[in-house]
């Protein structure tokens, strides 16, 4: 910039637009032979010339010294969970999306470890009794009575979240009296998916999940909060306990950054 | 910008293949990431105009037209991302001091990290017309010609708006540093 200023004493009279060009492509390696001729000539001739090439080189000098920046760390992943690729059908895209969230690395890891460190919710084996509600809240992280999920009946309903903080997939199914929410989210912030079952006379028969990081299952006042970061995956059993539970659609909340970004329903009859 | 390479991975996105939008992603989150930190001067702002364009791109690679090269697609929506964060924050709140007033402090040295910052923060005097062709050549590497396909203009203006724009940031350049006491 030293040269820049020292050059600025000498005020420079404006160039016609062709030599502009012809400096600018010289500058940038844009310059064919003829050009680059004419080019020699002016700044032979010209010390206008000359010092406004130097100018422009000097500031083009400062441009590309500037250095390539790392982008951050979580980028990669941060877009890659949140990125839903087209398929050609409906079928197609639910596969599509659980097959890829399935094949993940540490997803792989986890399921094959199973209990091993990366699953930060466990799996507790219960005693014969039905879980309750109240058994539910008072235990920290995941409970489950171990209940078989290879045969986790019809499916009921289907709702798929897709927004800018959170996107997943919720499928409800049923096999006799017992109703199985199986749950996969995505978000680069804390979020939090709360279903109630109040007036269902549901019970809380089983909760598994895993996730990225820390998350947290908690039963309050009739509904389940699944809370969590990054890829979860929740399976949550209920168990229907009373004829007189009534069969209006489940009612689910998500939330991200403890805020309400989407509510949907699930019916949980046939009809 | 391996066009055949790009083509390829991108028919594979079209089919549901997450690897290969895995690749997209970290072959152009870094070229991205930099064009977006240039234009909008700031690390978060950059990672989530980052963010925003691959989920753009993604969204709509149905629609992409393979005739036209990926990396000047990618470019469009990148460019038109940050310079749509650009004009959001605008309305939202007043440029920083060191954006207004970049030389703080005279006794500083002019070292390379502090020279990068002057460099930057001249660049963010420019208007966005300016800044964007500067960035894509300077800090994308692109050819008039791909910066012409990428804007949608024709190469004399992308080569006189580069010129204007240089000019300008030599003038910017000459002026902060005359009136920096101690110099």
């Known amino acids: ?6 050059q600025n004493k000498n005020s420079q009279a404006p160039v016609d637009q062709h030599i502009q060009n012809l400096l600018n492509s010289s500058i940038d390696a844009e310059i064919n032979v003829i050009e680059q001729h004419e080019l020699d000539r002016l700044l032979e001739n010209s010390e206008n010339v000359r010092n406004l090439n130097k100018d422009l080189r000097a500031v083009t000098s400062l441009l590309d010294g500037l250095p390539e920046l790392e982008p951050p760390g979580y980028l990669q992943s941060a877009i890659e969970s949140q990125v839903r690729l087209p398929v050609q059908s409906d079928i197609d895209e639910k596969r599509s999306f659980v097959g890829g969230w399935l094949n993940t690395n540490w997803l792989r890891t986890g399921f094959a470890l199973a209990a091993a460190v990366v699953v930060t919710v466990g799996i507790y084996q219960m005693g014969s009794a039905p879980l309750t509600s109240r058994d539910a809240a008072s235990m ?23 927004t800018d903080k959170l996107n997943g997939l919720v499928e409800l199914r049923n096999k006799n009296d017992l109703f199985t929410l199986d749950v996969q989210l995505n978000s680069v912030e804390p979020s939090e998916m709360v279903l109630s079952f109040a007036g269902h006379g549901f019970e809380i ?5 895993m996730q990225e990081t820390d998350g947290a299952v908690s039963v309050i006042d009739g509904s389940v909060h699944l809370a969590g970061i990054g890829e979860q995956h929740f399976t949550l059993s209920l168990k229907r ?14 939330f991200a950054n403890n805020k309400l970004i989407q509510k949907a329903e699930l019916n949980i009859s046939q009809d | 910008m391996h066009k055949d390479k790009d083509a390829a ?21 870094r070229p991205v990431f930099n064009a977006a930190y240039r234009i909008l001067g700031n690390m978060d702002d950059a990672a989530d105009a980052t963010q925003t364009v691959f989920l753009k791109v993604f969204e709509n690679i149905g629609k992409y037209n393979q005739e036209f090269k990926f990396f000047s697609w990618v470019y469009r929506i990148a460019i038109n991302e940050s310079l749509n964060q650009v004009k959001k924050r605008r309305h939202q709140q007043p440029l920083d001091d060191s954006q207004t ?17 002057r460099v930057q923060d001249a660049l963010m005097l420019l208007n966005d017309d300016y800044r964007t062709v500067v960035v894509l050549k300077h800090i994308s590497g692109c050819s008039y010609e791909q ?8 190469e004399k203006t992308v080569k006189s708006r580069l010129y204007s724009a240089r000019q300008l940031l030599r003038k910017t350049l000459i002026s902060i540093e005359i009136e920096t006491p101690g110099q």
């Not at chain 1, 306990?241 to 998500?254: H, K, R, V």
């Open chain 2, 9 to 29: 991975l991108v028919n594979d996105c079209k089919h549901g293949d997450r690897r290969a939008m895995s690749q997209l992603v970290d072959q152009y989150q």
């Open chain 2, 147 to 154: 910066i012409g396909e990428i804007l949608q203009l024709p």
């Open chain 1, 1 to 6: 910039m030293t040269d820049m200023n020292e």
């Open chain 1, 241 to 254: 306990t009373s004829a007189t539970g009534n069969d209006t659609p489940l009612e689910l909340g998500f």
């Open chain 1, 140 to 162: 920290a992280g995941t409970v489950a009575k171990g209940t078989s999920l290879d045969q986790r009946g019809i499916l009921l309903d289907v709702f798929r979240l897709d």
């Open chain 2, 101 to 117: 007033s970049p030389w703080q402090d005279p006794e500083e040295k002019l070292d390379s990290e502090r020279l990068c910052k």
């Open chain 1, 205 to 209: 028969e089983a909760v598994s999940g």
